[in-house]
């Protein structure tokens, strides 16, 4: 169930799997050699599908930022497996057409005046259409939201990442 495009759900209510909003998990791991190969070969025998992912490394340590089909198994393996994590909202929609999509969605926080901390591509496409989709991490989650739906676009949930 994604929102937008005329969508007037109330972002009020208590967070469920059609809240606009999107789990990032934030591992923590020793910048060895294999750490990466360790956390993906977690998911390799599940059906939970990575469907994001960057690294954020220094000389000691890295992080690795993903977004998982399935947060809630997600979590299981990372407490089974004993790894450090944390989890942050990400707002993940759908690129709009046209030639610069990124600076169209940059406009839009601007005029806003919301900071975009960070943002990535998704390794699928989302939703029933199969979109090209962006995650972003931004300083007023709310208000980005509330922003973004505003001017049309199109957010995705949870949900969109199971089917």
Known sequence: MSLGEGASDDLATARGRDWPSV???NVFMANRLGALMDVVRRFESTDIQIVSLTVVDSADC?????VLSDPERATEIFEAADMMYTETDLIVLKLPNGRQPLATICKALLAAEISIHYAYPLMIGVGPE???ALAIHVDDHATAVTTLM???FTLY???D???
């Open 23 to 25: 789990r990032q998990f």
């Open 62 to 66: 890295a992080i690795i930022r993903m």
């Open 130 to 132: 199969g979109s090209t």
């Open 150 to 152: 505003e001017k049309g």
């Open 157 to 159: 949930t949870e949900n």
């Open 161 to 163: 990442l199971l089917e």
